[in-house]
């Protein structure tokens, strides 16, 4: 008995210390994330002020100006680094590409939940998910060997097909996964007895669908929307091969226009480090970041109010 008693002994002291031990690494690997998106706040906050605190530019003129002409020479200021051109181009081309994306990927959220489950589990929803895992150069080429010369002769673009529609288009084949996916779970969360009191009360199938699925899955489809906008946010490569690259506000939906993350991609490995131009483009970087940060706050917020509410 004695020695069955040490021996348990033995297994439980060696488990708790396997405990403590997992808990530490946890603990480690989470404490080194946060600190790891801290420290790139922080680099990304200094570096993206200089433009501001050495070169003496304003807030207004980079947010709101379309004069940009920055000097690329270490140490000498006194260009001009209005981005709203890129600004503009970054937020018409999201907007619209979630404007096209949003209801596609709504139906297929709809369409693999509640109107097939079995398919969409087996069949659809894998589908779906391998668009997740494709790179964005794939989406970029095809976007850039098929798109651009379809809207050219289906259009007449006067500017060959690079065009805003063409990388909205393309960033809504990209965002679509993001939100199909994360509205379809949303949807599968809402509790069966709201479906069940539904039809106890005569509704039908679409009727239960659109009053009362859809708004208890309101707050999640929300959270999806953010992602599938936080990820055209940060497309650049995609993007860059079918926008066209123009520095001037688009006309029209058919003409050429420039966002801040293909800015970001084409002109920082060409700009002199700490010069007026790389500074510029740290600012453009910066003020990505902070619309992330920004993104990730309401998303957690609207997940608040959605518990809230259940």
């Not at 033995?10 to 396997?18: A, C, D, G, H, K």
């Not at 599938?228 to 860059?240: F, N, P, T, Y």
Request: glycine share 10%.
């Amino acid at each position: 008995m004695t020695d069955n008693t040490e021996e348990r002994a033995l297994q439980v002291r060696s488990s708790i210390r396997s405990d403590r031990n997992w808990k530490r690494t946890y603990t480690i690997c989470g404490a080194a994330i946060i600190a790891l998106t801290v420290i790139i706040g922080i680099f990304l906050i200094y570096r993206g002020s200089e433009s501001f605190t050495k070169g003496g530019h304003s807030v207004f003129e980079f947010l709101f100006s379309s004069e940009w002409k920055p000097l690329d020479s270490p140490g000498k200021f006194g260009g001009q680094i209005g981005s709203a051109i890129y600004i503009w181009g970054t937020i018409i081309t999201c907007a619209l590409g979630l404007l096209i994306a949003l209801p596609f990927s709504l139906g297929a959220a709809i369409f693999l939940t509640e109107i097939q489950p079995k398919l969409g589990k087996s069949l659809f929803r894998p589908a779906v998910e391998i668009y997740v895992g494709i790179p964005s150069v794939v989406y970029g080429w095809v976007g850039m060997t098929v798109l651009v010369p379809w809207i050219r002769d289906t259009f007449h673009a006067s500017k060959g097909g690079y065009s805003v529609l063409a990388a909205a288009i393309v960033l809504a084949v990209m965002i679509f996964p993001t939100i199909t996916t994360v509205s379809a779970d949303a949807i599968n969360s809402v509790s069966n007895d709201y479906r069940e009191a539904a039809y106890g009360l005569g509704s039908t199938k679409w009727q239960c669908i659109h009053k009362v699925v859809i708004p208890a899955a309101r707050s999640g489809i929300f959270v999806g929307v953010i992602l599938g906008l936080a990820r055209a946010l940060g497309e650049a490569l995609a993007v860059a091969m079918v926008i066209g690259k123009m520095r001037a506000f688009p006309s029209d939906l058919l003409s050429p226009t420039i966002s801040l993350t293909t800015t970001i991609a084409s002109d920082m490995g060409n700009t002199s480090n700490g010069g007026e131009y790389n500074l510029a483009l740290w600012s453009m970087a910066l003020l990505l970041f902070i619309i992330s940060m920004l993104l990730i706050f309401l998303i957690h917020h609207i997940s608040k109010k959605g518990a809230e509410n259940a």
